[in-house]
């Protein structure tokens, strides 16, 4: 499993640049190709996203923006999360106020939806819910426009 590189800004200027590996054709690959995937398929992505995201959780790292346009697959089937300009520090034992206006909207967990600032992996996890129902569903299962229609769906 490959997981794109993380790097942290350079002191030496105010702009700041984040590099990652190449991934040909694949550039919101899951929210182009929904019908496209077998259930065992959808068994492998779901592996891969959750080893990814236990390593990210696991050296406390929060991506806080985990939707299908965020996962791309490169022509092995290896699978890399991308777009960590959301992503945070996190430490358990010493949680800090967060903002909880993070994730996009049909991916937001309901603790989020309603305002919450203490939060944890949990955040990404409930993306990836959706992301696999979605998957499954062959659509988004969650839409809204605004924070309320997402919650007025369950």
Same mark, same amino acid.
């Given at each position: 499993?490959? &997981? !794109?590189?993380? $790097?942290?800004?350079?002191? +030496?200027?105010?702009?700041? %640049? =984040? ?29 891969? &996203? !959750?080893?990814? $995201?236990?390593?990210?959780? +696991?050296?406390?790292?929060? %991506? =806080? ?90």
């Amino acid at each position: 499993m490959t &997981l !794109l590189a993380f $790097l942290q800004p350079q002191a +030496s200027s105010s702009l700041s %640049h =984040r590099c990652s590996s190449y991934c040909p054709g694949s550039s919101e690959m899951l929210a182009h190709e929904l019908t496209c995937f077998t259930r065992i398929q959808v068994k492998c992505i779901l592996q891969q &996203l !959750l080893c990814g $995201l236990d390593h990210c959780h +696991s050296n406390g790292v929060l %991506h =806080r923006d985990m939707k299908s346009s965020n996962i791309l697959i490169d022509s092995n089937g290896t699978l890399k999360i991308a777009d960590f300009g959301l992503a945070t520090s996190f430490d358990p034992d010493n949680q800090q106020p967060l903002t909880s206006r993070v994730a996009t909207l049909w991916y937001r967990p309901p603790e989020l939806l309603l305002g919450a600032t203490k939060y944890g992996p949990s955040v990404d996890i409930w993306s990836t819910g959706c992301i696999l129902a979605e998957l499954l569903a062959g659509k988004p299962i969650l839409p809204g426009r605004t924070e309320v229609q997402p919650l007025l769906n369950f």
